[in-house]
């Protein structure tokens, strides 16, 4: 009976989380919505009573009662984070929210997530291991509860597990990999290279250079300039030779 009020309480939560979140995003009923998310610890309560009442009949404790507390203690530990986590996705579907933020990779960032979603384990574990200790006192010294214990060993194992992750990404944080340079795209690739200017031929470029004219010394491009010879004057009518 108990492990069938665990698989109907594992449903209703599902069933309840999908309801209120239709409600509150495709029927744009918020309220109504919020109403029915409201009703998912009433699962957790129904199945707490229903265990107790099963162990003060008489019932004797076994693995099926602690899976019960187990159940309640994830639910409450872990389950507003589901909802929260479900909830970023369907707002962001149907009702034109932001996307969802992935969680850091690397360095300081990843280890504050890491230490967030171990706390979560841990309170988890941490309302089961009570709620295993009060079902040990309430069966008393004379009843079977090595079961039970079983179930508290393993909640300590998983406290430390939890525990040793967080504290390996704090010891040892995750180094984010070194960028590649920008490739060059396909198109660039695959582009025909460039060609270089035709080259002088051999026999061009040993030709002896062509030789200056040679300059005027100096001191003669300063002498001054001879006088031109004087022009014969225009033959008169008195001189020899006249006609």
């Known amino acids: ?13 599902w069933v309840l989380l999908a309801v209120g979140l239709g409600l509150r995003y495709v029927a744009r009923k918020p309220r109504a919505g919020a109403a029915v998310l409201l009703c998912e610890p009433l699962l957790e309560v129904v199945l707490l009573v229903v265990t107790a009442v099963d162990l003060k009949h008489g019932a004797q404790p076994d693995w099926k009662h602690g899976l019960a507390a187990v159940y309640i203690g994830f639910t409450v530990g872990l389950g507003p984070s589901t909802i929260a986590w479900v909830d970023a ?4 579907r149907f009702a034109g929210g932001p996307p969802p933020v992935r969680p850091p990779r690397y360095g300081r960032a990843r280890a504050v997530h890491e230490w967030r979603v171990a706390a ?3 309170l988890a574990s941490a309302i089961a291991l009570v709620l295993l200790q009060a079902a040990v006192w309430y069966v008393g010294p004379d009843g079977g ?3 039970l214990r079983m179930w508290q060993q393993r909640m300590l194992w998983l406290t430390g597990i939890n525990l040793v992750i967080a504290a390996s990404y704090t010891l040892f944080p995750k180094r984010e990999p070194e960028r590649e340079p920008a490739r060059q795209p396909a198109w ?12 002088e031929p051999a026999w061009e470029s040993e030709r002896e250079p062509e030789r200056e004219p040679a300059r005027k ?3 003669e491009s300063e002498r001054e300039p001879e006088p031109e010879p004087a022009r014969d004057r225009e033959r ?3 001189r020899p030779g006249a006609r």
């Open 1 to 13: 009976m108990i492990v069938t009020l665990i698989v109907l309480c594992e449903v209703g939560f």
């Open 236 to 238: 008169g009518p008195g």
């Open 188 to 199: 660039e690739s695959e582009r025909e290279p460039e060609r270089e200017p035709a080259r």
């Open 89 to 92: 996705r369907i707002a962001h």
């Open 120 to 122: 979560r384990w841990i």
């Open 145 to 147: 509860t090595g079961s």
């Open 217 to 219: 010394p100096a001191w």
